[in-house]
């Protein structure tokens, strides 16, 4: 064999092993975790791109306070005005009612002779200046 066909012959086989060759990759499966989830009873607020809002119940209008007791959820909502919306836990009833901010008090909501209380630290329920119910918030 002369130099030219060995030289031939090797750059044939160079080519033909570049040629086949492709590399391989290995796919490494990543389990995503799954989140745990809760049921509730009741909406909570809805939180979307940064702003929270009410429940439909509230009308869906923006979320300015959200406290939590162990018999009621509170939402203070801003639509025209701030409106309280009160929902019972166990009954699911709920009062809608325009709120005022008086400082150092918290919110205030009257409907007729009964008034609704809500600060950072509880609910208080009265009919007249008498206290019909206390609950301590523990989730703002």
């Known amino acids: 064999m002369n130099l030219n066909q060995n030289a031939w012959k090797l750059s044939v086989a160079i080519a033909g092993a570049l040629f086949c060759y492709t590399p391989t990759a290995t796919a490494q499966l990543t389990p995503t975790p799954v989140l745990e989830t809760a049921e509730f009873s009741h909406p909570m607020p809805v939180e979307i791109a940064q702003q929270r809002f009410c429940p ?13 007791t162990d018999n009621f959820w509170v939402y203070i909502c801003r639509a025209d005005r701030l409106y309280y919306y009160g929902v019972e836990k ?44 206390e609950d301590w918030v523990y989730r703002e």
Request: hydrophobic share 30%.
């Open 90 to 133: 166990g009954s699911g009833s709920s009062i809608t009612l325009p709120v005022e901010v008086e400082e150092g008090t918290g919110y205030v909501a009257v409907n007729g002779e009964y008034t609704y209380i809500v600060n950072g630290l509880s609910l208080s329920i009265y009919r007249g200046n008498t206290l019909l119910q």
């Open 56 to 68: 439909d119940g509230a009308g869906g209008t923006p979320l300015v306070n959200f406290y939590e």
